[in-house]
């Protein structure tokens, strides 16, 4: 089974801090994905990567950045958290090989309140 | 672009009786087409993926969905329902070169009564 881990379940941080925001999969997957869940709002997607230092952003990219420099991890930094950016954050991961689309694979997620 | 719909935010039913969660979809060619379930404070846990094969799918826990072209719908169903079945559903369509762009549906929240 695929693993996809993210280093915390909750965290609490205050207004203008640096967060920094882990994830690991043990599948070999190209793609990799941050999400942020809201209430109302659904899944958004923040950024994506689909190889060793590339990525791409998603539809809310603002206020946030990615980092991936091994092919097993993906990670998301708030620079200057706000009280907007408190939400549930999903990260996942998918392969392209094969010939049709391969579903991602999530985390648990990160339950992430700015106080 | 692609769309979701899912037809309907909650659905509440009692154990033991039949599931039918609703999706329809739009896509200008042959799309690939998933069903998540979500329990509180968990990520998304794929049940079941439809790609081009049979149309009836089956998946995890029981569930299945029938991929009907002529009315664009994916709908999930179970025959008969469990209280763990309790949980956010999404109806997902993939897009982009390598399915990299998923669109998730709303999402249809499942109760289910004892």
């Known amino acids: 089974d695929v693993k996809v881990t993210q280093s915390s379940r909750y965290l609490v941080k205050r207004t203008g801090e640096k967060v920094f925001l882990e994830c690991v999969q043990d599948m070999d997957h190209e793609n990799m994905f941050w999400y942020r869940q809201d209430p109302g709002l659904g899944l958004r997607l923040i950024y994506f990567s689909y190889d060793v230092k590339m990525k791409e952003k998603g539809d809310i990219p603002e206020g946030y950045s990615v980092s991936r420099e091994k092919k097993e991890r993906f990670s998301l930094i708030l620079e200057s958290t706000s009280t907007n950016q408190t939400s549930m954050y999903l990260c996942?991961?998918?392969?392209?090989?094969?010939?049709?689309?391969?579903?991602?694979?999530f985390g648990d997620g990160t339950r992430l309140s700015i106080l | 672009a692609q769309s979701v719909t899912q037809l309907d935010s909650h659905v509440s039913v009692s154990e033991g009786t039949p599931v039918l969660l609703r999706c329809n979809y739009s896509s200008s060619y042959s799309p690939s087409l998933f069903w998540y379930v979500q329990h509180p404070n968990k990520g998304l846990q794929l049940l079941l993926k439809?790609?081009?094969?049979?149309?009836l799918v089956k998946g995890i826990n029981g569930f299945e969905a029938e991929f009907k072209k002529s009315e664009t719908s994916f709908h999930l169903t179970k025959p008969s329902a469990h209280m763990s079945d309790a949980a956010e559903y999404f109806c997902v369509v993939s897009e982009g070169d390598y399915g990299q762009n998923f669109v998730f549906g709303p999402g249809t929240r499942l109760s289910v009564l004892p």
């Open positions: 439809y790609t081009s094969a049979a149309t």
């Open positions: 996942a991961s998918s392969t392209r090989q094969g010939l049709y689309h391969q579903p991602q694979h």
